[in-house]
């Protein structure tokens, strides 16, 4: 009788159970249904994906693997291999591209002030009001748009361009025009002469006399002189005439000037501004690379950041369901109190993880607020799903000789070496000899001087030629010469980084497209456990243990699937930033 009283009991405890899965499996599905699409995304049928060998023999049928070894010839590989590559293959027309992507925008205040010198000083001059979501596309339409540091590259090439400007006034002869008028006062001291002429007042005396004055007009002398000569006549021998007088004089001078050979310091200063320009010009572009794939990557950690938070929320909501089970298995009277505390253990630390997704994610808008130098007041969302961004085509070794070919860094060394031969140049051209040419006239006047202008004509051809400097033009180039060394060093030292670069990427790229595969298998198989460890648990037959096991597997599973997909993207696009200017397979033309 007892017997049959349990076995009654227990069969009541079942079916209600079961009666309350029913319930449980109705509210967990519209819990699934209120899901993020980065926790949908996760519910997608699983797609072929590829094995190792196969990414290996990925390689484009229209480029011979021996084509690209070959420095001259052009590389036809497909134009289509990445769809993240939206840089446009113009750097000048990067505005246009921007705007053109951002007239699909709605109008916004998210582009920043047109003042670099504003300054917040309010609260609600930096409050976040404008929750703006973005695509990838728009994006990096922004950054190039935006970017402070494009930016200051830009106005880096404009500097160099207005100083081989400069450089090349040197071509040109100069024309320079001296023009002065002078007006003098002079008093002249005439005692002496006024004795000597009172003494012995002769021609020769008064002529001498008048010479002495040094340049004063014969009129004033002889008043001068009549006036000391009365004076000295009523004072005595002692007494001192003074005799005033004002001059006007101008000068015009004009003079032509222009060096006709300056032993190759002209010539060296123009081609070291002109290779300054690319110098300038590549690191824009280098600049340009960088930020597109700082824009791009930090968009990729700001979905992975989205999905850590709404993986977060999921734990928060299966610790809320254990915490359940356990309340009203304890009520059933077929659990314990330490499930239920247990429970409530797991809900407060899914929780302090959610807290933590959560201020990840915010500092990861802010970062990618940073590299598009939005406004004081937008706040970033991102508006893509996370899925595979594309493929590469290329095999490790094609991959390696593009990066060669159009890595802007590899150039600009070369470049440096370039302006390190001019600068040997310029520094020889210290002890070269020089030659150059000067006319010159002009006239002197005196306007108190009944006579004309004086007229003068001057032209001069000039050598010079510095025979000794003390070594200092040798010094000069032999420093010039270790600079092209460093720059040789630094070339190969950059070639092996590239190298280094693009066989990082790729490897990462191979190992992340294999782990999707396997990581999205790897839900749905922790799915089913989790679900098994439950209706075990509310059946009595399992433990909590498993149940909360069961859990961290699936959320472990679930953002290894997320990371992968988002590694898999960033390795595609370090990939990309590796080989620069795909899939044009050009430099940039910056003109």
Known sequence: MFVLRYCVCVSASLLAILSWDTGLRAQTTSLMARESEAAKLMLQPETPQPRVSDIKQMKESSVPKNSATNEGESNNSPRE????????????????????????????????????????????????????????KEVIALALLNNRELQEARIAVEEQKANLVEQRAALYPTLDIDSRINREFIERDVSDFSNVVTSNPTASTINQAFENTEGLPRTAFEEVLNEGITELSQQGPRGAAVAPSRETSGIFNVELRYDIYAGGERDGLITRAEREIRDRQLQLEQTAEQVRFEA????????????????????????SQTLRDAQLLEQAGLGTRFDVLRAEGDLATANETLTRSIAQQRIARRELAETLSLGQHVQLVAADEISESGTWKLSLEETIVQAYKNRAELEQQLVQREIGEQ??????????????????????????????????????????????????????????????????????????????????????????????????????????ALRLARLRFQAGVGTQTDVINAQRDLSQARGNFLQAIIEYNRSLNSLQRAVSNYPDNRLFEIR
């Open 296 to 319: 791009t990557d930090r968009y990729y950690l700001l979905q992975n950041a989205d999905a850590e938070v709404a993986i977060a929320q999921a734990d928060v909501e299966n610790a």
């Open 423 to 528: 600068d040997r140049r310029i520094a020889m051209a210290g002890i070269t000899p020089r030659l150059d040419f000067v006319a010159q006239y002009g006239f002197d006047d005196d306007f108190d001087d009944p006579v004309g202008a004086l007229v003068n004509y001057r032209f001069e051809t000039r050598l010079r030629w510095r025979l000794f400097d003390g070594g200092r033009a040798f010094a000069g180039a032999r420093a010039a010469e270790r600079r092209m060394d460093q720059a040789n060093v630094q070339f190969a030292n950059l070639r092996n980084e590239i190298r280094f670069q693009v066989e990082e990427s790729y490897y990462n790229l191979i190992a992340n497209r294999e782990n999707i595969g396997s990581t999205r298998q790897n839900v749905a198989t922790r799915e089913e």
């Open 81 to 136: 291999v990445l769809s993240q590559s939206t840089t446009p293959s113009n750097l000048e027309e990067s505005e246009e591209y921007s705007e053109r992507v951002l007239e699909q925008l709605p109008p916004n205040n998210i582009n920043p002030n047109g003042n670099p010198l504003l300054f917040p000083t309010k609260p609600e001059d930096v409050e976040l009001d404008i929750n703006q979501p973005l695509t990838l």
